[in-house]
């Protein structure tokens, strides 16, 4: 039975080693790994591409679940995509399995752990930041682009969507620095 082992963290300031190293004792010929939110599927594509390439018998391998998602949902429709090729999901802390039903269970509860902690994770989050504006700290992410950039732009002619294309930001950036020079 192949075993394919898939790494994740959200930040580059995070570290796979641990995660890669734990899958190669468990015997993973091959690992694949990013650097990526787990909070939903998308823009996860070695995550794609270990679940294109497992077979029938094939054994997908976690070091935890929440490396594998964050969402109940996503984690019980990988699951379930992983049954249907007759592969199953190995997790490694806790020691669970998709072979059996006792582990289907398991993973589901765990599944919906992950779930609650990102959900605390974004509260505290919410609560940091309010208290931080409340103290005059917080005054959010700073700017890529400079507005009086934007605005140039705007005065020598170019189309708002233009402007955004050209300079990586959402055209609601560029109304609201050319709102901001109105006021």
């Known amino acids: 039975m ?9 930040s580059s300031s995070q570290d796979l080693d641990i995660q890669k190293a734990k899958l190669t004792a468990a015997g993973c010929e091959v690992i694949r ?28 391998v976690v070091h935890r679940l929440d490396r594998f998602g964050r969402s109940t949902r996503d984690v019980l429709n990988l699951v379930h995509e992983l049954d249907a090729k007759g592969a199953s999901l190995r997790v490694l802390e806790p020691e669970v399995t998709t072979v059996g039903d006792m582990g289907r269970m398991v993973i589901t509860v765990l599944g919906m752990v992950a779930d609650m902690e990102l959900k605390f994770i974004r509260d505290r989050q919410r609560a940091g930041i309010k208290a931080a504006k409340g103290k005059g700290v917080y005054k959010g992410r700073r700017k890529s682009v400079d507005d009086e950039e ?6 020598e002619g170019t189309p708002k969507a233009q402007i955004a294309r050209d300079l990586g930001v959402s055209r609601m950036t560029v109304y609201r620095a050319l709102a901001d020079a109105e006021t």
């Open 2 to 10: 192949p075993k394919i082992g898939y790494a994740r963290v959200s």
């Open 150 to 155: 934007i605005r140039r732009l705007a005065r």
């Open 33 to 60: 790994s990013e650097t990526v939110s787990g909070a939903s599927r998308d823009d996860r594509s070695e995550l794609e591409t270990v679940m294109e390439f497992l077979r029938e018998g094939d054994e997908l």
